[in-house]
């Protein structure tokens, strides 16, 4: 895992609101939103990295970004040696077999005018370079080992659950033999038996095709499941990135603390020490100065409203990085304990 | 958590239509809500679609209880039947609904529309779709105390209209939403999901009812609103003294704020008891499955494991356990209808392989 897949650098996708009519006449600036405010990230090699974050937080649009599906208002992107950003569209249409996504919703994200056979074979089509018996072969290949039979191959979305749709989706994200697959919240829409169906088939498959995953979602505990790494995102930047285990059992910015205290355990009359934050993220509209968190950070000192924090290297813990003063060397200590 | 398991009846049902309803046994006098023997079904091209088949529960005053299922379990149309909300060309076909000393099968529509939203209440998932986007929260909020509230129908109409807004303002203050007599002319729109949610237990808990029903109240949040809305919902329970009925799909949350818990599978109800015999020893190879199909966050490293196959058609069910094609203890017994059955370890549970094989799964 010390090969870099993807190295990214000062990543940043900022939306402009529309201005009403009045609002362009009042020549009132365009308001922005800071989806994604300036990632660095890599991705080794045959990795998964988990991305966690509360709705709103710009995981998506990270993931997204990354594969120019939504193309990036500054920063680089670099994948295997290539300058994502730089490549001409044919060029970056070759390089899409080799990044695919998966996304939350089985049943939005597949033509329910095609059949399954249509649905997977249509990325081997788009990307060229073989007959048409081929790409049969190769779709019913990877159609058999999602777990479908023959005389389903024939059949259209809405004869299948949602689990099985969810299955369609991993099939075609992966019949091009991609390197890295963004997992947008794959697993969310299922229920609980076939989420854990999902997600054993999803780590085969990575062994099986030396896949590399960026893991989206906002199920902490499926993620610290089945990721090596876990980013932790709160409006558009990363506050914290660290080893699956690590980071989950020891979690060392306030809002990681805060995050994993929320998550509901099953150990039934288990003490449970939770730290509430009070009120909703707040609007990437008008993000707070400074250190995003520091509006409902239960440790936040004033000079958090002052300068946004780095992220860097935390001293005793291994390639485990925090965006946050008080995890700092020269940080007051008082208030600044794990739970 | 108040006495032992209360007693339900362990009739057969070897089909949920045959002619003769099965024996039932009497309602049980110390709970709030009585369920016995409830089954609603649904005409479908393909014959009569039976989501609830047979349910039998209880509710005790000021407890929690948690109704665990996945999709097309009968969990929502359980307590939709309850609430007397089934549309035709649905039907609940048999059984009694025992509310406050009623079987509430037997009111007509105006008696069940007194009930509902007054002694008890309903919380829907989606709340953007629960919620009416045209209307203000202040104009829902009102409406439901200006329906329900006696005291109010005798004043004249411009002081029932402000005490109708004073009420609306407590409640929403009372879920936490900031700055609430500002927020009365907003539209749901205008919240936040959380927000909405809350809104919605506002609404519910307006006439201050004896149960409320909360449907799945945190599938669509995240797990920081999550904490907020269920920590909300068990401080209301305590200071207004009511009883919960949980449905969700989340064991960690009925863990964490149930005191029973019924397991329901394919329109039955397929285990019952205390959350920490529930959770803790799970004796129905279904309930056992889930745990082992859910990833924890305490336990990393342990394996997740799939529960193989999918659920049944509800249409056209043989009469044996509803589980067998899933579960690795099938034998020949499970080919005959099984009827729950007192388990050891003071809980009910439908399996016939289970009081001899209780498996602790940690």
């Known amino acids: 895992m010390t090969v870099p897949l993807m190295r990214v650098q000062g990543l940043t996708r900022h939306f402009e609101r529309p201005r009403s009519l009045a609002q362009r006449i009042a020549r ?3 308001s922005v939103v800071h989806a994604v405010n300036g990632v660095d990230l890599t991705l080794w090699r045959g990795e998964t990295l988990g991305l966690i974050g509360e709705s709103g937080c710009g995981k998506s649009t990270l993931g997204r970004t990354l594969l120019r599906l939504v193309e ?3 920063g680089q992107v670099e994948f295997d040696g290539q300058d994502l950003l730089a490549l001409a569209p044919s060029a970056m249409q070759r390089a899409r077999a080799r990044l695919q996504i998966i996304f939350q919703d089985p049943y939005a994200s597949l033509n329910p005018r095609k059949s399954v056979r249509q649905i997977v074979a249509l990325p081997l089509r788009l990307h060229g370079g073989l007959d048409a018996a081929e790409i049969d072969a190769r779709v019913e290949a990877m159609l058999a080992r999602v ?23 991993i099939a075609r994200a992966l019949v091009s033999r991609p390197d890295l697959v963004v997992c947008d919240e794959p697993v969310s829409a299922l229920d609980v038996s076939i989420k854990a169906q999902i997600l054993e088939l999803l780590a085969e498959l990575k062994a099986e095709f030396s896949l590399t995953y960026l893991f989206v979602s906002h199920d902490i505990a499926a993620v610290g499941h089945i990721a ?14 660290g080893p699956a285990a690590q980071l989950i059992e020891a979690p060392r910015h306030p809002y990681t603390q805060s995050l994993l205290s929320a998550v509901p355990r099953l150990n039934p009359g288990a003490p449970r020490q939770r730290i509430v934050l009070q009120g909703d993220l707040p609007s990437p509209l008008a993000p707070p100065s400074g250190c995003a968190f520091h509006t409902r950070c239960p440790v936040a000192m004033p000079q958090c409203a002052l300068a946004v924090p780095r992220l860097q290297a935390l001293p005793g813990v291994a390639d485990h990085l925090g965006a946050c003063l008080r995890l700092e060397p020269e940080a007051p200590k008082d208030l600044c304990t794990p739970p | 958590m108040k006495g032992a398991a209360p007693e339900m009846h362990t009739a057969v049902s070897s089909t949920p239509l045959q002619a003769t309803a099965p024996p039932m046994h009497a309602p049980n006098p110390d709970a709030l809500l009585c369920v016995r023997g409830l089954t609603t079904r649904f005409p479908t091209p393909r014959g009569w679609l039976v989501a609830v088949d047979d349910v039998s529960l209880d509710v005790l005053p000021g407890e929690c209880l948690g109704v665990v299922g996945e999709s097309g379990s009968g969990k929502s149309v359980t307590f939709a039947s ?12 048999a059984g009694e609904v025992w509310f406050e000393g009623r079987d509430l099968r037997t009111l007509d529509a105006q008696a069940m529309r007194r009930v509902r939203g007054k002694r008890m209440a309903l919380t829907m998932q ?12 202040g104009q829902q909020l009102t409406e439901v105390v200006l329906a329900h509230d006696e005291r109010l129908a005798t004043l004249p109409r411009a002081q029932r209209r402000r005490q109708a807004l004073d009420r609306a303002v407590e409640m929403m203050s009372l879920v936490g939403i900031p700055a609430a007599a500002t927020r009365l002319d907003d539209h749901p729109h205008q919240f936040s999901g959380g927000m909405r949610q809350r809104i919605m237990i506002a609404i519910a808990l307006a006439c201050r009812p004896q149960l409320l029903i909360a449907d799945e ?69 279904y309930t056992q499955g889930l745990l082992r199909a859910t990833p924890r966050v305490e336990h990393l490293g342990a394996p997740v494991r799939p529960i193989p196959g999918t659920v049944p058609s509800l249409i056209d069910l043989p009469a044996q356990c509803r589980f067998l094609d899933r579960c690795s203890l099938a034998a020949e017994a499970c080919l005959a209808p099984v009827p729950m059955a007192h388990h050891p370890t003071a809980h009910r549970v439908r399996c016939v392989r289970a009081p001899v094989q209780p498996e602790t799964v940690t």
């Open chain 1, 147 to 169: 777990g479908f039979r023959p005389e389903q191959y024939d059949r259209y979305p809405h004869q299948f659950s949602g689990g099985q749709r969810q299955r369609i989706g």
């Open chain 2, 82 to 93: 309850v609430m007397g909300l089934v549309r035709p060309p649905g039907q609940v076909v």
């Open chain 1, 72 to 74: 990036p208002s500054a």
């Open chain 2, 126 to 137: 989606d709340a953007l779709t629960a919620l009416n986007p045209s209307l203000t929260v």
């Open chain 1, 228 to 241: 090596d790494r876990i980013a932790v995102m709160y409006l558009g930047r990363i506050v914290e990135i």
């Open chain 1, 28 to 30: 009132e600036p365009r």
């Open chain 2, 217 to 285: 109240p945190t599938t669509a949040l995240d797990v920081t609103i999550q904490a907020q809305v269920l920590e909300l919902i068990g401080q209301l329970r305590r200071t207004l003294g009511m009883s919960v009925v949980l449905i969700t799909h989340d064991l960690g949350v009925v863990t964490e704020q149930c005191d029973r818990v019924i397991v329901m599978y394919a329109g039955q109800v397929v285990e019952s008891g205390p959350v920490a015999q529930i959770i803790g020893a799970p004796a129905h190879p």
